[in-house]
């Protein structure tokens, strides 16, 4: 494992939490609502219908980082049951945040001890593609069915959809390529092109501007997507993707996730980076390189 790609790795990390402090001020807020209470909303400082200090972060990272420990207590291995015990313990903690979805699934397997949820055609929310980074770290140089495989075993424990696990996959697949120094192009070509192919809802070039975008994995694509493809460097994308409202903690977690790997450590902002809690910058620094550096096996 590179010093390059560790770098890339710590940065996709910190982008995460970065995005998702960035826009928990702004979630639920519209872009109109947005402009008239801050201009355009570009600085850490909290508030929000959570009423966050400056720089604390949302259930997007915080089940991120549940997601990497039980990996990390598994071996590195991603394998379901693991992941569900990780994320029971992270809501008993009471987090400040949590999904619908989310937490009706995680009791389901409180009940029944099953880390599978049922399939459902209505869980098709972005909880399980929020959360999927440390599976594209733990699982970085592995076969593509393999880093598939794990995807689903830790997206199924909450969100059981196929929409769902076309946005986990794909991500995953995205970060693991910008990690390994693959330019915007090359994964539009690669990954992006061949996901719209696949899943023709999550197209996002022949649409207007997404923005107000809910928590449904496609608009929270969309919305992405036009961010990550059209606005260059990762200031610019997160400051875009968090004035569009909506799920805002969540597309820019997503977005900073992508952006982070793609422009590496030196693109994040330094104020951006001193705002954030200092604790889950440390841990997403330290999650990082013990999931890269580690380079285990994935789900079996």
Known sequence: MTPE??????????????????????????????AHHHGVHREIVGGGWLRLTPGQITDDTGMALALGAAILGNDGR????????????WMRRKPVDIGN?????????RRTGEPQALASEHDAGNGAAMRVLPVALATLGRSEAEVRAACRAQAHVTHHNAAS????????????????GKSLREVFRARIQPLVQAQPAFAFRARPR????????VETMQAVLQALVDVGGFEPCLVDVVNRGGDADTTGAIAGM??????????????????????????????????AGANAPSSR
């Open 258 to 291: 992508l952006a982070g790997a793609l422009y590496g450590r030196e693109a994040l902002p330094a104020r951006w980076l001193n705002a954030l809690d200092a604790q889950v910058r440390e841990a997403c620094v330290a999650q990082a390189r013990a999931l």
């Open 101 to 109: 979805t989310v937490r009706r699934n995680l009791l389901h397997f």
């Open 5 to 34: 790609i560790l770098a890339r790795a710590e940065a996709a990390y910190l982008g995460l939490a970065l995005g998702d402090a960035l826009g928990a001020t702004v979630e639920f807020m519209t872009p109109r609502e947005i």
């Open 165 to 180: 696990d076309a946005a986990c996959e794909f991500l995953a697949l995205a970060v693991q390529d910008f990690l390994l």
């Open 78 to 89: 991603v394998e379901a049951l693991a992941c569900a015990r990780g994320f029971d313990a």
């Open 210 to 217: 997404r923005e107000n975008p809910s928590g449904w994995v």
